[in-house]
């Protein structure tokens, strides 16, 4: 059974360990930045990829049939 002794000593050591990162903090919010960023340009620029498509494709001769698997 434990003692009080032992009790504290093993909160302390649990509260002293602490979360370890191979990234510093401006790295990470560097990080998550970049993923945000990416998140809502990817979307805006497929939208104005396909809609100039639709402006190549009587051009190409080609139809959006071709495109679409």
């Given at each position: 059974?434990?003692?009080?002794?032992t009790q504290t000593?093993?909160?302390e050591t649990a509260m002293d360990s602490r979360a370890f990162s191979a990234f510093s903090t401006n790295e990470k919010l560097f990080m998550t930045i970049m993923v945000t960023l990416a998140s809502f340009f990817s979307p805006l620029f497929g939208q104005i990829e396909n809609?100039?498509?639709q402006?190549?494709?009587?051009e190409m001769a080609v139809g959006i049939a071709a495109?679409?698997?």
């Open positions: 059974m434990a003692t009080p002794e000593e093993n909160t809609a100039r498509l402006t190549v494709f009587p495109f679409i698997p």
